[in-house]
């Protein structure tokens, strides 16, 4: 994987969220990723944490949100999957 990254410059860790965009995001995520509209990281936890339906909704609403609107929004879903993905591996339960 790093090889991978290397030769296209990009580190392994962005790799690792395109691919996961890729894998959980709705086919309107994985066009924002591409596009810019927001930082692939953020499109990794959206891809991650949401259904295809509210990844759909979070988008729609983007263009009318605040960027501290946004950012909070975000922090939010990325406590909340930190928190169920936690959650899960202390229950032993499996995803």
Not at 6 to 24: E, I, K, P, T
Not at 51 to 73: K, N
């Amino acid at each position: 994987m790093q090889q991978l990254a290397d030769s296209v410059g990009v580190s392994r860790r962005l790799l690792f969220q395109a691919a996961a965009v890729h894998r959980y995001g709705c086919a309107e995520l994985v066009k924002a990723a591409h596009d810019g509209l927001l930082a692939m990281k953020h499109c990794a936890t959206l891809a991650k944490a949401l259904p295809h339906d509210e990844q759909r909704e979070f988008l729609a609403e983007l263009p009318t949100m605040t960027p501290r609107q946004r950012h909070d929004l975000l922090a939010i879903i990325k406590g909340d999957l930190l928190y169920r993905t936690r959650r899960r591996g202390s229950n032993g339960e499996r995803a």
